[in-house]
């Protein structure tokens, strides 16, 4: 094989959706509230750890989601935020809007896992519209990353080859100084609070440091010992 073709090829070794929701889901902490944004953050419910009672939360009124729904268990008026079909788990509770918005803006949820558009290198996030395009409004995203005790990031690292992990965020902001992980289909980076910049802790497997920076226009610090992502 030509070693350009070999080295392109070891280059497309980027985590899955799937791996990096199971990666998210190593995050979770028995008897946590977890709140679970639209696109690859819905797939954490279904790598739960077994054993490990988790109440994950969703901003139309429901808490208690459980893993999605095989064929034969769809229920079309068991929705989450981002109307996708889901299931409940026994004790799983129903409740308005207003109430479930209570929750978050009161400080009950433990932990959210959101996607975004943008971060910055200071750990702010733009997730919620591109200037000139229709948007159907914030959501309760604006409100997650206020009220949740910690907020983390699933995403693709580039968009179109181009860095999403920027120096500044050009899109209009959702919070600031609010990220406290990002788990790409790079690498895990976790903000370091004193110093304001992500340190590189995780690698995806068969990808390099380097590869990393390439991709970031962010400042990031990488760790003392720089471990490998396992799903």
């Given at each position: 094989?030509?070693?350009?073709?070999?080295?392109?090829?070891?280059?497309?070794?980027?985590?899955?959706?799937?791996?990096?929701?199971?990666?998210?889901?190593?995050?979770?902490?028995?008897?946590?509230?977890v709140n679970l944004g639209?696109?690859?953050?819905?797939?954490?419910?279904?790598?739960?750890?077994?054993?490990?009672?988790?109440?994950?939360?969703?901003?139309?009124?429901?808490?208690?989601?459980?893993?999605?729904?095989?064929?034969?268990?769809?229920?079309?008026?068991?929705?989450?935020?981002?109307?996708?079909?889901?299931?409940?788990?026994?004790?799983?509770?129903?409740?308005?809007?207003?109430?479930?918005?209570?929750?978050?803006?009161?400080?009950?949820?433990?932990?959210?896992?959101?996607?975004?558009?943008?971060?910055?290198e200071e750990g702010d996030?733009?997730?919620?519209?591109?200037?000139?395009?229709?948007?159907?409004?914030?959501?309760?995203?604006?409100?997650?990353?206020?009220?949740?005790?910690?907020?983390?990031?699933?995403?693709?690292?580039?968009?179109?080859?181009?860095?999403?992990?920027?120096?500044?965020?050009?899109?209009?902001?959702?919070?600031?100084?609010?990220?406290?992980?990002?788990?790409?289909?790079?690498?895990?980076?976790?903000?370091?609070?004193?110093?304001?910049?992500?340190?590189?802790?995780?690698?995806?497997?068969?990808?390099?440091?380097?590869?990393?920076?390439?991709?970031?226009e962010a400042e990031i610090?990488?760790?003392?010992?720089?471990?490998?992502?396992?799903?």
């Amino acid at each position: 094989m030509h070693p350009m073709v070999r080295e392109s090829l070891r280059l497309l070794m980027p985590l899955t959706r799937d791996q990096l929701a199971m990666r998210a889901a190593r995050e979770l902490r028995d008897g946590y509230i977890v709140n679970l944004g639209i696109g690859i953050p819905t797939l954490v419910a279904n790598y739960v750890p077994k054993g490990m009672d988790v109440w994950l939360q969703s901003e139309n009124g429901l808490l208690g989601i459980g893993p999605f729904p095989r064929q034969h268990e769809v229920d079309p008026d068991l929705i989450n935020a981002g109307k996708q079909t889901v299931t409940a788990r026994e004790g799983a509770s129903y409740f308005s809007s207003s109430d479930s918005f209570a929750m978050i803006r009161g400080g009950h949820i433990d932990l959210c896992i959101l996607g975004a558009m943008q971060l910055s290198e200071e750990g702010d996030i733009a997730n919620w519209m591109i200037p000139g395009k229709m948007v159907k409004g914030m959501g309760g995203a604006m409100d997650l990353v206020a009220g949740v005790k910690r907020v983390i990031v699933t995403m693709e690292h580039t968009a179109k080859g181009v860095a999403k992990i920027k120096k500044r965020c050009d899109l209009p902001l959702t919070g600031q100084k609010c990220i406290d992980m990002v788990i790409t289909d790079l690498c895990v980076l976790e903000m370091d609070s004193k110093r304001r910049r992500f340190v590189l802790k995780e690698l995806a497997p068969g990808v390099t440091v380097d590869e990393v920076k390439k991709a970031t226009e962010a400042e990031i610090v990488v760790a003392d010992n720089v471990g490998i992502v396992s799903v």
